[in-house]
């Protein structure tokens, strides 16, 4: 028998100096690592990840996601790049979940999925003033029961 189980996700960001959170201009980068678990069965893993803005800001702020997948002793595998993932603030503090589908792709256990964020501060569209917040992250995968 199977189950949706849920774990969580390892947060680094670039710059050591400051904690976890979304990036805030073009030359930073979230880094969420997610290493298989031994009881995953079987098809996507569903990234759940919390964001909000800063002092209920508005507007853009434009991002993108690249995933990838390594394993041991093998080359690092692109699944996804320079996805588009853009954060239309809603004018409140309130946490919003943003749901990233990675699709299944031969995962077995052992295997490590790298999900690259990067914020374009830089690009036109990005009209968001703040910096976004970042509240934490989880995977849900078909596990074993």
């Known amino acids: 028998a199977t189950v949706t189980r849920k774990a969580p996700v390892e947060v680094l960001r670039d710059n050591s100096t400051e904690p976890p959170r979304w990036p805030d201009a073009v030359t930073t980068n979230t880094y969420m690592l997610?290493?298989?678990?031994?009881?995953y069965v079987s098809g996507d893993l569903s990234f759940k990840i919390n964001r909000r803005a800063n002092g209920s800001?508005?507007?853009?702020a434009v991002m993108q996601r690249s995933t990838f997948r390594f394993r041991d002793a093998t080359a690092l595998t692109t699944i996804e790049s320079a996805v588009s993932?853009?954060?239309?603030?809603?004018?409140?503090?309130?946490t919003h979940v943003l749901t990233?589908?990675?699709a299944?792709?031969?995962f077995?256990?052992?295997?490590?999925i790298r999900m690259d964020i990067q914020r374009l501060g830089a690009d036109a569209a990005d009209?968001?003033?703040?910096?976004?917040a970042f509240d934490g992250a989880w995977v849900e995968y078909l596990g074993r029961a």
Request: glycine share 6%; hydrophobic share 45%.
């Open 108 to 112: 077995q256990a052992g295997d490590v």
């Open 127 to 132: 009209t968001m003033a703040a910096q976004v």
């Open 57 to 60: 800001a508005t507007n853009t």
């Open 85 to 94: 993932m853009n954060f239309a603030a809603p004018g409140d503090t309130n």
């Open 100 to 102: 990233v589908t990675v």
């Open 104 to 106: 299944e792709a031969n």
């Open 34 to 39: 997610f290493p298989i678990p031994d009881d």
